[in-house]
């Protein structure tokens, strides 16, 4: 018999000898399941690869959207303190309902003295008429007088043709004649003078008058701002009595929370297959898992960069071209079930096919 093989190792010998791998063994059918597998997961990986290229043809979707709505900045129409604020953030209120209120007194006194003024005006046109009425009755006796001083001329005519009055005493009555006809004269063109100053219609100083207390009053009714529309008042916590209120300057916001949508920006390439009326599914991020029923209300009709305030100018040479973007604007179909905040970001699917909600 071997030595080697009747005795045992030693420790240095069995250090050096390789330890025989443990073969595991796997259940009957186990390695079939293996290879199947194998095999299935990519042909499901492949199929599913296929539809969505086959289906991704019918839709086009962005993530570069956002809800939109309504919003009008409610200013003052005339300057002066605040005097009463009605309003708060998140209320909501009607078209008409009084928002807050500016220091009625300057305006007051300013419709006061218009009126003072249409007053004034009013008096000198019943004063001009007068004068005008007046001068109808001069005429006629200066006229009258002409024709006492025409008689005396006569008769001294006849007088001293029979010798019975002097050379002086008929020329005194011929210049009599003479300053009665101008003073006629002069009462003629005092009437027309007088006719002159009286429009036909209403007087240009009542009229100026009149506008001046118009202007006046609209002033004194527009110290009351009022909603211009249905809404929820939005910054206003700036408004307090006793800040001065300036024409032009934004005092708060309304949100017309009733007519909501999405503006979504849509790659220029996308946008040539679709139409207003084509169907739509909106994700909103603060409501994860829901999707909203929507359509193409719209299509810019012009990107995003045409109407920025410095347009992009490629005139220089160096010209990068960049993927422009295409406003478009979804509308919901009804009302959606949740409250579309103005400015929640979105995801925007439009579908290519025939159907389309409107």
Do not use: C
Request: aromatic letters at 4%.
């Amino acid at each position: 018999m071997n030595k080697m093989a009747t005795e045992p190792l030693t420790g240095a010998e069995a250090a050096e000898t390789p330890k025989p791998k443990r073969k595991i063994k796997l259940p009957k059918g186990m390695g079939t399941t293996r290879a199947i597998l194998m095999l299935i997961v990519p042909a499901l990986l492949l199929i599913g690869g296929g539809y969505y290229w086959l289906i991704s043809g019918d839709s086009v979707s962005t993530d570069d959207a956002y809800v939109k709505q309504d919003i009008v900045s409610v200013s003052a129409q005339v300057n002066g303190p605040i005097a009463q604020v009605l309003v708060k953030n998140g209320d909501h209120v009607k078209r008409g309902q009084v928002l807050f209120r500016i220091d009625p007194q300057p305006y007051q006194v300013a419709l006061e003295q218009a009126q003072a003024q249409l007053a004034a005006a009013q008096l000198q046109t019943t004063q001009l008429r007068t004068q005008a009425a007046g001068t109808g009755a001069d005429i006629v006796g200066e006229q009258a007088n002409l024709e006492i001083k025409k008689n005396a001329l006569a008769r001294q005519q006849a007088l001293l043709k029979q010798g019975f009055t002097t050379r002086a005493d008929y020329e005194d009555a011929l210049n009599e004649v003479k300053t009665a006809e101008q003073e006629v004269a002069d009462a003629k063109a005092r009437a027309a003078n007088a006719h002159a100053a009286l429009a036909p219609g209403e007087q240009p100083q009542i009229a100026q008058a009149k506008a001046a207390v118009d202007k006046a009053r609209l002033d004194l009714e527009r110290t009351t701002v009022r909603a211009p529309m249905d809404g929820v008042v939005e910054n206003a916590d700036n408004l307090q009595v006793g800040q001065m209120a300036v024409t032009g300057l934004g005092m708060l916001s309304l949100v017309h929370s009733s007519t909501a949508w999405v503006e979504a920006n849509f790659k220029e390439k996308d946008v040539g297959r679709m139409v207003p009326g084509q169907r739509a599914k909106i994700e909103v991020d603060a409501y994860p898992g829901q999707e909203f029923d929507a359509h193409v209300e719209s299509i810019g009709a012009g990107t995003g960069s045409e109407f920025s305030l410095l347009p992009a100018q490629n005139a220089n040479g160096n010209w990068v071209k960049v993927t422009q973007r295409v406003p478009v604007r979804i509308a919901f179909d009804g009302t959606p079930s949740k409250p579309m905040i103005a400015g929640l970001s979105v995801n925007a699917t439009v579908y290519f096919d025939k159907s389309s909600k409107k």
